[in-house]
């Protein structure tokens, strides 16, 4: 296979998402314990309509302080979860190697419009990309077929010379099902050396 694109996710990928963080936030500044904000969250389907741009981030904090009695106001829920956020300097690292290569480098992210304004304001290595698709501006999310689709009619890709890299399985089997190479990612050693082959250079 001859690779010309390589699309990562975000999330866990190349941010490291500290969930416990914010559920441990969310709990402290509200009436909830730590497994209900979890249930809060996780056990319906609020995140993914969060992630899709269906939930703004007023209508977010309004359905937190109902569902949770949270005591703060919009800025400490921004806050909040935008701290939850960090950057895996190794995985930026490799892909703004893989770009200097002369690969052409794509994001692919679920994420809600809080994390897009930091990602926008404070991201610096998303100059290096040569394009993004985010879930809250498409109304679509992984692991839906369409998402993906989406990525490759807007850049015009190959699905045959396409690696994407994403933390979930799931997401990596519907990106798999219209012949996109996908890699699950656990760790940066084991991310580079499944790409090192199709990537001769990171042998």
């Known amino acids: ?27 402290a500044g509200s009436n909830a314990s730590i497994e209900e904000v979890r249930a809060f969250l996780f056990d319906t389907d609020f995140v993914d309509r969060l992630d899709s741009g269906f939930i703004s981030n007023e209508e977010f904090h309004t ?31 490799l892909m703004v190697r893989l770009k200097s290569e002369g690969y052409r480098i794509y994001v692919l992210s679920n994420i809600n419009p809080i994390h897009l304004d930091l990602a926008n304001r404070s991201f610096d290595f998303l100059q290096h990309t040569d394009g993004a698709i985010y879930s809250c501006e498409c109304g679509m ?8 689709q989406h990525l490759l009619n807007t850049f015009g890709l190959n699905a045959a010379e396409t690696i994407f890299i994403d933390d979930r399985q799931v ?13 699950v990612h656990r760790s940066y050693i084991e991310t580079r050396e499944k790409l090192s082959e199709w990537i001769p250079t990171l042998r």
């Open 1 to 27: 296979m001859k690779v010309r694109n390589i699309v990562f996710d975000l999330g866990n990928v190349l941010n490291i998402c500290d969930l416990d963080f914010a559920l441990k936030g969310l709990s």
């Open 63 to 93: 359905a937190v302080q109902s569902g949770l009695g949270w005591r703060e106001d919009l800025e400490a829920l921004r806050k909040l979860w935008e701290d939850m956020l960090s950057t895996d300097h190794e995985m930026v690292e």
């Open 141 to 148: 999310i992984k692991p839906d077929e369409s998402i993906f």
């Open 171 to 183: 997401n990596v089997d519907a990106a798999g099902k219209l012949g996109i190479t996908s890699i």
